[in-house]
């Protein structure tokens, strides 16, 4: 893999967000002995210096492919970062206490972007599952909860009369129907026989609305023969 140096040298050193820092010893691959580093962990990159606020850093571990191991053979506090397969290098590195050996061991082993990528899976799944849930829950609610509208009934407006609440209504709905001008004995009996049924339009129309065409034609015509009286020329004798 081509790593440009400078670009990862002013990763290094800029300020992005680090992710643990601090001194570790760390032993030399031609010389076995230990020398103290300063050490950055930025995402899957793990970069040492000679000594804090550096400009360039000594070298870069790339934390993929690996496995951070304790190092049991070795001096106390220390730990490994193994890399499997022939000729892959390991690091033996060592830290001042217990509580910085094992947050050094837990940063480093969730550095890897597989790693990352197996925690974006997991968190996906979990968001998920919270997701169906609240909608599941959501139409569960939603079915018991909100009301249904009444059924929509059509009617016809002239098959209903106008009532009154109370034990009186029989009384005010015969009352109105008798205050009503009669026309003849037949309209009479109709229109009172309403107070015990249903009125339609048609009986409506029979009971009222002939007798008043009538009445209207009648008219019309006793207008139409004193406009014709009128308009006659006098006959001197």
């Known amino acids: ?10 990763f290094a050193t800029s300020a992005t967000p680090v992710d643990r820092e601090g001194w570790l010893v760390k032993r030399g691959e031609v010389n076995k002995g230990y020398q103290k580093r300063w050490f950055v ?12 606020g550096d400009k360039e850093p000594v070298g870069v571990i790339v934390l993929e492919g690996c496995t951070i191991e304790l190092a049991e053979d070795e001096e106390q506090f220390s730990f490994k970062i193994v890399f499997h397969g022939p000729g892959n290098r390991s690091y033996t590195l060592g830290a001042d206490s217990q509580e910085a050996m094992e947050q050094w061991m837990k940063a480093l082993a969730c550095a890897s972007y597989d790693y990352m990528k197996l925690m974006v899976a997991e968190l996906q799944r ?3 599952e919270m997701e169906g849930s609240v909608k599941t829950s959501g139409a569960d609610n939603h079915c018991t909860i909100s009301p249904q509208p009444p059924p929509r009934t059509r009617h016809n407006p002239f098959n209903r009369l106008p009532h009154v609440n109370g034990s009186n209504s029989h009384h005010n709905r015969s009352q109105s129907v ?3 001008p009669a026309r003849s004995d ?3 009996t109709h229109i009172e026989n309403t107070s015990r049924h249903k009125v339609t339009f048609r009986e409506l129309h029979t009971a009222y609305g002939r007798p008043i065409l009538t009445d209207r034609n009648e008219w019309r015509h006793r207008n139409k023969l004193e406009q014709e009286k009128k308009q006659q020329p006098l006959i001197s004798l």
Do not use: H, P, V
Request: hydrophobic content about 40%.
């Open 178 to 180: 008798r205050s009503a």
């Open 126 to 128: 979990q968001l998920d």
């Open 1 to 10: 893999m081509k790593i440009n140096e400078k670009n990862l040298a002013a």
């Open 186 to 188: 037949t309209s009479r």
């Open 41 to 52: 962990l930025k995402g899957n990159l793990l970069f040492y210096f000679e000594k804090r």
